[in-house]
């Protein structure tokens, strides 16, 4: 067994015994209450389920395993000549709970490297849609035909111990994360560029190899793909791919199963799909204003414009978060020391000094702040991918290193079957009535 498995598997062994013994003497504990409105409006403030990989704090952000963003950018191990973190490590980091030397990493993507095998059925698979079906479709159509490899659901269906089952969910899991760059890029060239594949560097890392397997040699670029495919991966259990693949997961369908539908849950335009969307907003507002950089003032009346029709201003706002996403705050730095000129750059520097108090002004947003989604896109369009139907795959590709180190790790602990209690008005009518009520005191 591969360092990280072993280590993983001590980990995972003592963690598992200390639930056993903290639910022993405090599973009866209460963690909270839930409100009628919380039942019906989103679950929001519910703590209902455990998610080892990282945390969110309303006010700070996110905390991978303990490191903010910054922290993360000083500690990780990064490419030569290069300052921004490998995801290599950041995926090292959630899964095993410590920071990764090195060398693990090298180990890593050498071990990745050899995994990436994809059966030409994927690519067959992917071509059967048509090349303008969207991104994310073409994306979760491609990761499903890859479902065949799965060693998970060969092994469940000759019978293996359920003890063993993390230890396939990892082989999967690894699988998975070692073929999406390609099959990635695969889409992004289908659709955009001709169907002009590129080959896979062998000596580029993960994140530099998938800028190459998209066409962008730049190293500023593969800067970026490090630095978004690290910030992207995780943010906490409750979010809808996290949350999605989590459920899916529990009914111990295999990790391609669980990652397809949490990439589902990502194609919304409230949760990933936000990142297309702020940019087609920029693009609308330039087009409808005839101008390359609207003043605050042009920003203001097309935002409120925006709200009057009926819409979200995208990129802002947020279920948990209360301040401005220090993922935000990650790619404006990168975009000062890069790109500080670049006018997209600007009108987003230039709506974020705009849309906050107009949201405030509105009294029933409980977050006005930007979020992730907020800048991504203009980084982007910078180095020339204009394509922002894309962009969702590119925080897929990320989300894949959060979500299946948190699936490994939901197996290993052995989660049962995720199945929460719901209701009906009917019941709820009743209950308030005095009736009886179907769930307990
Ligand atoms: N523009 C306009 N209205 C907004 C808004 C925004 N950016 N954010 C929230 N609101 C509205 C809500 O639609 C809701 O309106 P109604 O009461 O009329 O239904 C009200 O303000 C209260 O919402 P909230 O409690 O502040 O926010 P929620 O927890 O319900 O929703 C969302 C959080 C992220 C879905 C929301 O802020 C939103 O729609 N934002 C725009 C889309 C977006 O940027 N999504 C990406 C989020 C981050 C992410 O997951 N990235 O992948």
């Keep these: 067994m591969e360092k990280l498995k072993t280590l993983f598997k001590a980990k995972a062994d003592q963690l598992s015994t200390e639930i056993k013994d903290l639910l022993k003497e405090h599973g009866t504990k209460k963690m909270g209450e839930v409100q009628l409105s919380q039942a019906y409006q989103g679950m929001r403030g519910i703590t209902g389920m455990v998610y080892e990989t990282s945390l969110l704090d309303s006010e700070e952000g996110i905390r991978f395993r303990g490191f903010t963003i910054p922290e993360l950018q000083q500690k990780l191990p990064k490419a030569k000549g290069g300052t921004e973190p490998l995801p290599e490590g950041l995926f090292y980091l959630l899964l095993a709970g ?22 030409p059925h994927v690519f067959k698979t992917i071509d059967g849609l048509p090349v303008d079906a969207h991104a994310m479709t073409q994306f979760v159509v491609g990761v499903m035909a890859l479902q065949t490899q799965s060693i998970f659901s060969k092994k469940y269906a000759e019978g293996v111990n359920k003890k063993e089952y993390w230890s ?29 594949k590129i080959d896979t560097d062998p000596k580029l890392d993960w994140g530099a190899n998938f800028a190459h397997l998209l066409g962008y040699e730049s190293d500023s670029f593969k800067e970026l793909m490090r630095l978004y495919l690290t910030i992207h991966a995780d943010h906490e259990g409750g979010n809808v791919s996290a949350h999605t693949s989590h459920l899916v997961g529990s009914a111990l369908s295999d990790p391609y199963l669980s990652f397809a539908a949490a990439m589902n849950g990502l194609a919304g335009p ?11 907003w920029i693009f609308d507002m330039k087009k409808s204003i005839g101008v390359e950089i609207p003043s605050k003032e042009q920003i203001e009346a097309y935002v409120k414009k925006t709200l009057a029709d009926g819409k979200v201003v995208p990129g802002y706002g947020h279920a948990v978060l209360r301040k401005t996403d220090p993922r935000f705050t990650a790619q404006a730095e990168f975009a000062k020391k890069h790109m500080a000129d670049d006018p997209d750059v600007q009108i987003v520097w230039r709506i974020f000094e705009t849309v906050p108090p107009i949201l405030q002004s509105l009294g029933k947003i409980k977050n006005p702040w930007p979020n992730v989604d907020a800048h991504s896109g203009a980084l982007l369009v910078h180095y020339g991918m204009k394509e922002y139907e894309y962009y969702t795959v590119l925080f897929g ?17 052995g989660f049962p ?25």
């Design 417 to 441: 079957l995720e199945r929460p209690k719901s209701i009906t008005t009917e019941n709820v009518k009743g209950w308030l009535a005095g009736k009886d009520q179907v769930w307990g005191d």
């Design 270 to 280: 409230l949760h990933g799909l936000a990142n297309q969307e702020v940019i087609k």
């Design 397 to 413: 590709v990320s989300r894949a290193l959060g979500v299946l180190a948190a699936l490994i790790w939901s197996r290993a602990l």
């Design 168 to 196: 396939y969910c990892y082989e999967d899991s690894m699988n998975l994360i070692a073929c999406l760059p390609e099959i990635a890029a695969y889409i992004y060239r289908r659709k955009y560029k001709g169907g002009k």
């Design 98 to 119: 410590e920071l990764p030397s090195d060398k693990d990493i090298q180990d890593l993507s050498a071990d990745w490297k050899a995994r990436a095998k994809i059966p």
